[in-house]
């Protein structure tokens, strides 16, 4: 694992929140949501900004 690899673990070990990917291109959310999750991070993604705003009210309910 090169120096930029540990770095890039440590960086984000304590974050815990997941990330949300919003945008209407498909390849392009599952290219970032691939991304995020490399680096240890939970991805959400939506299509539009009402899916976002309804997956943020199901956050929201759970207590997350």
Same mark, same amino acid.
């Given at each position: ?7 890039? /673990? ?9 990330? =949300? ?5 498909? @390849?392009?959310?599952?290219? %970032? /949501? ?9 991805? =959400? ?5 009402? @899916?976002?705003?309804?997956? %943020? ?8």
């Amino acid at each position: 694992q090169g120096t930029e690899d540990r770095y890039m /673990s440590k960086k984000y070990d304590s974050f815990k929140e997941p990330i =949300l990917i919003v945008d209407d291109e498909k @390849e392009l959310r599952n290219l %970032l /949501s691939e991304i995020v999750e490399d680096l240890g991070l939970q991805a =959400l993604t939506a299509a539009s900004g009402a @899916e976002a705003l309804e997956i %943020l009210k199901d956050i929201q309910g759970a207590g997350q």
